[in-house]
């Protein structure tokens, strides 16, 4: 199945102005990141209050969440229990103490039902789920794992360059879409990292598959200059490329208005994250192996 045929589009030619838009999207997210002093953490990594609700028969999450958020709690997260008619509520405190919290929680119960319909079985302070030394462990495997795909793709594509231009690819649809959800003051939690994580590992397929393409053109026409050879392959490629990109969307699409609000950031950040991947694979990774090399053999020259 192909969505187009035989395309000649120059990305080579064009990628001053993929660079330029990527440079402004990256330049936005890291001012919005500076002038909010990072990025806005959810109770995984910040901590808060633990309250274990019981009820005569279990309301509707979203009348739950309805009451709290008109109560000023605007975050929380919440698991229920239905056998059990128990819900429990984790809040981020903000800047307000474990009483004010528990007393904004009761007050809305109290308004919306009868003070025998419900019981606060427990309230605790609980701590970061994230705390610094797993961010660091984290981290750690990160890096190694990036410098692993760099060895991966210089071992297959005997280069060294292939695989730094398809980790830096890599980090700009990680970084981009971090700073989309700053722009939009959106929460970082632990299902946005795995969201990010799944992202890497999608971007850098599509990537390698470009990789692949180019050096079977690289083999059977040995004399065709660099610049037409990655147009070529990226244009070979383009119809899988999009029709992939598509299905993902499409399904992330339905996650995004049907999945409920548990899955919604997860889902919005794999939505954008697919289309900034399918971007940076043909506009971002190929060009810099063009420019690398060009900027290479003008070096050798003098």
Same mark, same amino acid.
């Given at each position: 199945m192909e969505l187009f045929k035989k395309t000649s589009i120059d990305f080579v030619g064009?990628?001053?102005i993929f660079f330029f838009i990527s440079g402004i999207l990256i330049l936005s997210g890291m001012l919005s990141l500076i002038f909010k002093g990072g990025p806005k953490l959810g109770i995984d990594f910040t901590g808060g209050t633990l309250t274990e609700i019981k009820f005569q028969q279990l309301p509707s999450l979203e009348q739950l969440r @309805?009451?709290?958020a008109e109560q000023g709690i605007s975050v929380f997260e919440l698991q229920s229990f239905p056998y059990q008619h128990s819900i429990i509520l984790r809040t981020?405190?903000?800047g307000q103490d474990e009483s004010e919290v528990i007393a904004k929680i009761q007050r809305?119960?109290?308004?919306? =039902?009868d003070e025998n319909y419900f019981e606060i079985i427990r309230s605790e302070y609980v701590g970061p789920v994230i705390g610094k030394h797993l961010v660091k462990r984290a981290s750690l495997a990160i890096l190694l794992s990036l410098l692993g795909i760099i060895v991966y793709v210089a071992f297959r594509f005997k280069s060294a360059l292939w695989g730094t231009a398809g980790v830096i690819a890599l980090a700009h649809d990680v970084f981009v879409t971090a700073g989309v959800f700053s722009l939009l003051n959106k929460e970082v939690t632990i299902l946005v990292i795995s969201a990010l994580l799944t992202l890497a590992g999608y971007s850098i397929n599509d990537t390698i598959v470009i990789f692949d393409r180019?050096?079977?053109?690289?083999?059977?026409?040995?004399?065709?200059p660099l610049g037409e050879l990655i147009n070529l392959?990226?244009?070979e490629t383009l119809s899988r490329t999009i029709i992939t990109s598509l299905t993902v969307f499409l399904v992330l699409l339905?996650?995004? =208005? =049907?999945?409920g609000q548990v899955i919604h950031d997860f889902s919005f950040a794999l939505l954008f994250g697919v289309v900034v991947g399918s971007y940076s694979t043909i506009a971002i990774a190929t060009p810099l192996v063009y420019e690398w090399e060009l900027r @290479? @053999?003008?070096?050798?020259? @003098?």
């Open positions: 064009r990628r001053y @309805k009451i709290f981020k405190l903000s809305g119960l109290t308004q919306n =039902f180019m050096r079977e053109t690289l083999h059977l026409r040995r004399n065709l392959s990226v244009n339905a996650l995004f =208005f =049907f999945g @290479k @053999k003008k070096m050798n020259k @003098k």
